[in-house]
């Protein structure tokens, strides 16, 4: 089993479209949840961290964690075409060490 | 506020060299972690590095290892290079522990060739 589980994708969402992204993990000691995005050939950018269960907005995004399901996801509503872009799901497990999913690529569609 | 900063942006080495990438953390960043980014793995966690103490290390051969100086900058080596290692190396600072998140610096791109 891998350590963060993502979909690849690419997810498709037509533009104005709410784009919902989801990771699984497998460390149950992890405390700190991150999601960063990353287009082609930059280096990773963090947009959202959440640390407790619930939803966290931050504009157009919203976090939402599952501790119990060991579940994170990432909503971006109103979906712009410079949101195309691959997210990467990070949980912070024990010892401070950030672990990265694959992340999925998402396109959004004119 | 300056960002993390490496150098160089990009390397090519030829098989068995050695090679030495630096980062520069954000100022007043204590925390230092490295990670390689190739297409087929993803961000793969190499070491990290707290007042010049390594405090993580991931499932990298011996050949991977690195340093932190007393102002937070931080270097790692790769020796007898292979073709394999080609990849995006990748440096992030934080704070203290990364319980904020880390921000990355734009990497170094090595080729081995």
């Known amino acids: 089993q891998k350590e963060v589980e993502q979909n690849s994708g690419p997810l498709s969402v037509p533009e104005g479209a709410i784009a919902s992204l989801n990771c699984t993990y497998s460390?149950?000691?992890?405390?700190?949840f991150f999601w960063y995005r990353q287009y082609s050939g930059k280096s990773p950018e963090l947009i959202m961290s959440?640390?407790?269960?619930g939803d966290k907005e931050d504009g157009r995004f919203t976090a939402q964690l599952n501790k119990a399901s060991q579940y994170v996801s990432l909503l971006i509503r109103d979906s712009q075409p410079s949101d195309s872009a691959t997210y990467l799901c990070a949980p912070m497990g024990t010892a401070s060490k950030l672990t990265f999913g694959t992340g999925t690529r998402l396109q959004v569609t004119l | 506020k300056a960002g993390v900063t490496q150098t160089p942006r990009y390397l090519i080495k030829t098989r068995g060299q050695q090679v030495t990438l630096s980062c520069s953390p954000i100022s007043g960043h204590r925390s230092v972690s490295w990670y390689q980014q190739t297409p087929g793995q993803g961000l793969q966690f190499l070491f990290e590095y707290f007042s010049e103490t390594q405090r993580n290390k991931g499932n990298f051969p011996g050949r991977f290892s690195g340093r932190q100086f007393s102002n937070s900058r931080s270097e790692m080596n790769v020796s007898t290079l292979e073709l394999g290692d080609s990849a995006l190396y990748l440096c992030?600072?934080?704070?203290?522990?990364?319980?904020?998140?880390?921000?990355f610096g734009s990497g170094t791109r090595l080729t081995v060739v």
């Open positions: 460390d149950r000691g992890s405390q700190s």
């Open positions: 992030a600072s934080s704070l203290s522990g990364g319980d904020y998140g880390y921000t």
């Open positions: 959440i640390y407790s269960n």
